[in-house]
């Protein structure tokens, strides 16, 4: 039984969870927020607009971890730039057996702990010493992949855009009886819920995809569409997408597509604006390290030249600390 959760970070995806699990009376759920959507979840409590329909619950919202206590299950939905500050806040809501879910873009902190190739060292592009990982220690965690479209239009009011899939599984892989009490608890919330024996490779596929539409996008300020339409920007993609493909290789992530084919899912999408493109214009510090930076770095350690994957992430980076969003 999961009676308590917290959301840590309501903003689109926090947000949208939050309110699902709080609507459908799932679990007693609460946030630990701060600034203008503190104040709104405060006041307001949960809101979600789907389908034109306003939908709200009452919220228990604070930016102190000790005034909400030791929860059931923690989600973890902070943008990945933030969570070395909010990490080392988090022990008030860990209790002797509260899991951990992730539910972050890109490469979470854990990944690639137990990965005998990558040695002991933990991934300096997401957790540089090792501070995230002392805070969440591994045994809690569950690794969560999102798939779903949702924004905030102002601070605490989530418009859900499409999807309401939810991977989740144990970063060692296989299966356990957590993993399908949260799927079960999400699914109550009426998510579309996989619980996976393979989580690393869901999250590296979907990060597969994000690596060039997300960091392109962001320096260009295209559309997802307009990306795939100039045969010169889609090549240097595809290029880009077979690197990290081999890395995926090595580290027992397989991808059974290729580029092309991950292109025409995109496509159908349509004309798109990516999350860190988003971040672009709201002039939010941009998620690099965990989509771009840490597959370079992932190149390194393995020996897999990955010379798209560099100037990619050295052109994305530039762009970001002239622009004052990555730091310098």
Not at 30 to 44: C, D, E, I, K
Not at 66 to 83: C, E, F, R, S, T
Not at 212 to 238: E, K, Q, W, Y
Not at 245 to 266: F, K, M, S
Request: overall charge neutral; some cysteine; proline content about 6%.
């Amino acid at each position: 039984m999961m009676d308590k959760v917290c959301i840590v970070g309501a903003g689109a995806i926090g947000g949208f969870l939050g309110a699902r699990l709080a609507l459908q009376g799932a679990a007693r759920v609460s946030a630990l927020a701060r600034g203008a959507t503190l104040a709104a979840l405060q006041q307001q409590g949960w809101r979600l607009r789907e389908a034109g329909q306003l939908h709200t619950a009452p919220a228990q919202a604070s930016d102190d971890p000790a005034a909400l206590g030791p929860q059931d299950l923690v989600i973890v939905a902070v943008k990945a730039p933030a969570l070395a500050s909010v990490a080392p806040r988090l022990a008030p809501l860990l209790g002797p057996q509260t899991l951990v879910l992730t539910a972050m873009n890109g490469v979470p902190w854990w990944f690639g702990q137990g990965v005998a190739a990558l040695g002991a060292a933990p991934l300096a592009h997401v957790d540089p010493d090792g501070a995230i990982a002392a805070a969440l220690p591994f045994e809690r965690v569950l690794g969560g992949v999102v798939h779903l479209a949702a924004t905030t239009t102002e601070p605490g009011l989530v418009e859900h855009r499409m999807g309401r899939a939810l991977i989740v599984g144990e970063p060692r892989g296989g299966s356990s009886e957590r993993a399908e009490r949260v799927g079960a608890l999400l699914r109550a919330a009426g998510l579309e819920v996989t619980v996976s024996p393979a989580i690393r490779s869901d999250i590296w596929y979907k990060l597969w995809g994000n690596l060039t539409i997300n960091p392109v996008s962001a320096i260009t300020g295209a559309t997802a569409d307009r990306l795939l339409d100039d045969a010169l920007v889609r090549d240097f993609c595809s290029r880009a997408m077979r690197e990290a493909a081999q890395i995926g290789e090595r580290l027992g992530c397989p991808i059974a597509q290729g580029p092309e084919d991950r292109h025409a899912v995109t496509r159908k999408l349509g004309a798109f604006r990516s999350s860190m493109l988003q971040d672009v214009e709201a002039g939010r510090p941009l998620e690099l390290d965990a989509i771009v930076g840490v597959v370079h770095e992932l190149g390194r350690r393995l020996d897999v030249p990955t010379p798209n994957i560099d100037a990619l992430f050295g052109l994305t980076r530039l762009f970001g600390r002239v622009h004052g969003l990555y730091p310098g």
